[in-house]
Nanobody, 111 residues
């Protein structure tokens, strides 16, 4: 069973930055689809960003130009660099890889 462990969440003021990390217990080299979803209170889970094994990325319109997803196959880790954070970015952020999910990490942006 693959385990994904997220880290890097926390409390930050609007305009600030955070970097989320998601480390897999197994090699991510064969995982084509990896990325991040988020779920805010009372809302459905939504895709934030995804990245393929070839490095192709996609982003939700709401985070384009502010968030950057990357992956390091040697470290079995996918990252989400979040800049210019807004209160509406507040949510639990979940990492996924193929069919596996992490436990989530809380991101809170204060105004």
């Amino acid at each position: 069973q693959v385990q994904l462990v997220e880290s890097g969440g926390g409390l930050v003021q609007a305009g600030g930055s955070l970097r989320l990390s998601c480390t897999s217990s197994e090699s991510i080299f064969s995982f084509n689809a990896m990325g991040w979803y988020r779920q805010a209170p009372g809302k459905q889970r939504e895709l934030v960003a995804g990245i393929t094994s070839g490095g192709t990325t996609n982003y939700a319109d709401s985070v384009k130009g502010r968030f950057t997803i990357s992956r390091d196959n040697a470290e079995n880790t996918v990252y989400l660099q979040m800049n210019s954070l807004k209160p509406e970015d507040t949510a639990i952020y979940f990492c996924y890889a193929y069919v596996y999910w992490g436990q989530g990490t809380q991101v809170t942006v204060s105004s």
